[in-house]
């Protein structure tokens, strides 16, 4: 299933002329199979959840062009960044994938690196909450950040990117740890009052599109905040439906309002800076539906603040 890294993925532009401070990420990616740096990212190239959920696939083909948009992408405080490769889904295997997924994730976490996931539909987040679970002591809590236009609390017996959340909060009752679920960016007009109440019945918290306003920032990172004060580790998972269509069209379920980037970006920033993240993947570009790359940019540029983050805080 898993397939290696095809070196061409990180070609890009090269400043010879301009020296060793014009690096890019395409020359600080180091192909390995297990991870060595800080960083380490893992493709999970998977829309069979999104088909299950009845929305526009292709999201299969996420990883691919988020390597492509971050290839050029200037590198900062990186001196490397590893690439575990991608976990590929075939046919309908979901929860095969998920597990594998799940075990490459566990294994990155125990070696001391943060996991950058690269989507793939939104089921990858069911696979990194079980990795960074199984690499956690039991009697640790985790917090799960979602910047999402959905709750993805189905309650659909079957698995797909519709469910990822319930499941994780379903795992963590049977196995009697304590996890907190945080989702920023919710639209009343893409989630059921059904969904609603099921939020409310598993202690689920949530801001709402339109209270994600620069006026209200403080509110905000309090929020944030909050969920890090309570917490051990923390899984931050970005779904780009989150956006305004206008910046994210290529993805499964486009935004009708969206919230700013920018303000993500910032509420980000307080989550990598306080330490506590093990773990972050980024979900449902779909290059199918994508104009002029703008989804795979803001993806790229997302991963990248994130990865930056991640090795300012521990140097």
């Not at 799960?144 to 959905?150: G, S, V, Y």
Request: proline share 4%; aromatic share 6%; net charge neutral.
């Amino acid at each position: 299933m898993r397939r290696p890294v095809v070196r061409a993925d990180w070609r890009g532009r090269e400043d010879v002329a301009e020296g060793a401070g014009a690096r890019r990420w395409h020359q600080a990616v180091c192909p390995r199979d297990a991870a060595a740096s800080r960083v380490a990212l893992i493709g999970f190239a998977c829309d069979a959840g999104v088909a299950r959920n009845n929305g526009r696939t292709g999201a299969v083909a996420g990883p691919g062009a988020l390597r492509k948009a971050l290839a050029n992408v200037p590198v900062h405080d990186l001196a490397e960044v590893d690439d575990l490769g991608d976990v590929t889904c075939t046919g309908d295997a979901l929860e095969q994938a998920q597990s594998e997924f799940a075990g490459l994730v566990s294994a990155a976490v125990a070696s001391g690196a943060v996991p950058l996931g690269l989507g793939g539909g939104h089921e990858i987040a069911y696979a990194s909450y079980l990795g960074l679970a199984g690499a956690a002591a039991p009697a640790t809590a985790i917090g799960i950040l979602n910047f999402d236009a959905h709750f993805d609390l189905r309650a659909d017996p079957r698995a797909s990117s519709g469910t990822p959340f319930r499941q994780a909060l379903e795992h963590a009752a049977a196995s009697g740890r304590r996890v907190e679920y945080l989702c920023i960016g919710v639209s009343r007009f893409a989630n059921t009052a059904a969904l609603y109440e099921r939020a409310r019945s598993l202690g689920v918290r949530w801001v709402a599109d339109e209270d994600v306003r620069a006026d209200r920032f403080d509110a905000l990172r309090d929020e944030v905040a909050g969920l890090l004060s309570r917490v051990d580790h923390l899984y931050l998972t970005v779904c780009l439906d989150v956006f305004p269509a206008a910046m994210a069209p290529g993805v499964s379920a486009p935004a009708a309002l969206g919230v700013d980037p920018a303000l993500v970006e910032r509420l980000m920033d307080v989550a990598v800076g306080s330490g506590k993240l093990r773990v972050a993947d980024l979900a449902e570009l779909n290059p199918k539906f994508d104009i002029d790359s703008r989804t795979a940019r803001l993806g790229a540029r997302l991963l990248a603040r994130i990865a930056e983050g991640v090795v300012q805080r521990r140097s």
